[in-house]
């Protein structure tokens, strides 16, 4: 049974359709990564797994259980399953790191407060900001800002952790160590749907590769697959000219 089930799904933005029928899936612990031109709907499968853009077709099953996206209380069921990092931070900018990474567990999960706090160290721990703990986020650099984003988004304890291009804001130099954080998730079987432009690093840590044009997927397979024997003539113009570079 796969971990994540995204099946036919379709959405619009007033009469635009920008989800065409989207259909991939994935296993506990695998990544899949969602990659094409701008505008292809890459983010937009992100925020409709998310309930942010409302699905108009098809259907989303987390763990075998359909998820009903016209339910209020079954999208904060959703939300409580999955987590999103977006390309901006969106760090509270009046906390501290620590601040930050326990204010939705203790404020609104209720969870236990030794345990929130012990949790979130051991996240600061993984991502590499153990000594910034109490710092504020205009004391870190964005790459430190986004690795605080991504065990922000941990501490929640997502069962799917969903990546919008969190490397696109960055300076090139700051790029490799958020990239280096998600691969200790992917090392402690982090089920992940990841946007990526970043495609050495899709080629390296994805299971599957999903092709997308015109709110539409093209084509998936493994990495290999896609980058070196793409079957449809528009992955190939897509590969070719960005592997060039």
Known sequence: MPHLAVNDVRAKYGSLEVLKG??????????????????????????????????????????GETMNYSSAKEVRAARDRMAVVFQQYNLFQNMTVMQNLTLAPLKIKKWDKSEVMSEARRLLGLVGLSDKAEAYSDQLSGGQQQRVALARALALKPQILLLDEVTSALDPELVNEVLDAIRKLADEGMTMVIVSHEMAFVRE?????????????????????????????RARDFFSKILRH
């Open 22 to 63: 989207i259909t991939f899936s994935i296993e506990k612990g695998e990544i899949a990564a969602l990659v094409g031109p701008s505008g292809s709907g890459k983010s937009t499968v992100l925020r409709a797994l998310m309930g942010l853009t409302p699905i108009t077709g098809g259907a989303v099953d987390i763990a």
């Open 205 to 233: 840590v994805a299971d599957k590769v999903v092709f997308m044009d015109a709110g539409q997927i093209i084509e998936a397979g493994t990495p290999a697959e896609l980058f070196d024997t793409p079957k449809t003539d």
